[in-house]
């Protein structure tokens, strides 16, 4: 089955400054990569996604590149603002209704 | 985007009593419904799939004579969690696709599940 890796664990980032969390998935027929924004207690949040068929996807501050070639993904965040502290979770699945797998988390903490 | 609602948000109960947590799509038709398990400090594990009106399909490890899913309509599915112990004290979050979202897993509330 699929397996997920990210790194890194944890990141603590001086604000404003850019963030980047990275993945790497083993399954070549994912083809539909998430990444979610979690905060303690609660559900987690979809803040961007992309699918195989492009190789980066932008929205403000928050960016996601694939390399399909690698099997690899990654979260950019800039110009971090404290309200960005939070746990994220990349994923990976076969698209449509298959399930997800997630990677394991990154708790970011934007220091003030 | 689509809503699905969790219920209860919490539970306490003693060890050997079943739980039961219901996942409703409250504005879409749910063709499939996954539940998944995060214990403090982890990532979310799935724990089975479910389609509506067929047996649920569950992740390796994962008991399914413990952990009973059921499907019965596109708005709803139910986990029971049978002879709970505190082992199994966790956060429990289900999420819902469908055609008409978009097939994008849109993801409850979750349960907070604690086991005496």
């Known amino acids: 089955g699929e397996n997920v890796e990210q790194h890194p664990s944890t990141l603590s980032v001086q604000e404003g400054d850019s963030a980047v969390i990275k993945c790497t998935y083993s399954d070549s027929a994912s083809n539909y990569f998430p990444w979610y924004k979690q905060e303690l207690g609660k559900r987690p949040q979809l803040i961007i996604d992309i699918r195989s068929n492009v190789g980066e996807k932008k929205d403000q501050r928050i960016a996601v590149t694939l390399n399909k070639t690698a099997k690899h993904f990654s979260l950019h965040i800039t110009e971090t603002q404290p309200e960005d502290s939070a746990v994220y979770f990349c994923a990976a699945s076969r698209g449509g209704n298959e399930k997800l797998t997630f990677g394991t988390g990154t708790r970011l903490t934007i220091i003030p | 985007g689509a809503v699905v609602s969790q219920h209860p948000s919490w539970v306490i109960c003693k060890s050997g009593t079943s739980v039961k947590i219901e996942c409703r799509s409250l504005d879409f038709q749910a063709t499939t419904m996954f539940w998944y398990r995060q214990f403090p400090k982890q990532s979310l594990m799935l724990m089975a799939t479910?389609?509506?009106?067929?047996?649920?399909?569950?992740e390796q490890g994962v008991e399914k004579d413990k952990f009973l899913i059921n499907h019965a309509s596109l708005t709803l599915s139910t986990l029971t969690v049978t002879s709970a112990h505190p082992e199994d004290s966790s956060f429990y979050i289900c999420?819902?696709?469908?055609?008409?979202?978009?097939?994008?897993?849109?993801f409850g509330p979750g349960t907070r599940l604690t086991v005496l």
């Open positions: 479910s389609n509506e009106g067929s047996k649920a399909t569950y």
């Open positions: 999420s819902a696709s469908g055609l008409a979202a978009g097939n994008e897993q849109f």
